[in-house]
């Protein structure tokens, strides 16, 4: 289901990630190299908001207990059998859209 999630102008500048709500769920979209990445927000180790975490060396890192995730695969660093699911962005003139 594709979902309108915000616009251009709400989106994370470059090395950020940001928390959005899409139909009751919260997604993490972070920018990383100029590449938008959309994925659960929930991290797999003890739910931490990863939306709120920071990006370094092109990894998104939860804010509870420094777990990483490649923003473009989700995986985890630390367990490579872990990670997050990924969903297609659009951007569409203004819009942003989230298929969950």
């Not at 979902?3 to 709500?21: H, K, M, N, W, Y």
């Not at 590449?35 to 890192?61: E, F, Y």
């Amino acid at each position: 289901m594709k979902t309108r999630i915000g616009s251009v102008a709400d989106l994370p500048g470059e090395g950020q990630a940001r928390e959005f709500d899409c139909a009751g769920r919260l997604v993490c979209v972070a920018r990383v190299n100029g590449q938008l990445s959309a994925m659960d927000n929930v991290c797999p180790h003890r739910g931490g908001p990863l939306g709120t975490g920071v990006i370094d060396d092109g990894k998104l890192i939860c804010p509870w207990h420094g777990w990483q995730f490649d923003p473009f695969t989700g995986k985890s660093i630390q367990i490579p059998d872990a990670g997050v699911a990924l969903y297609r962005l659009f951007v569409e003139g203004d819009d942003v859209f989230v298929e969950v």
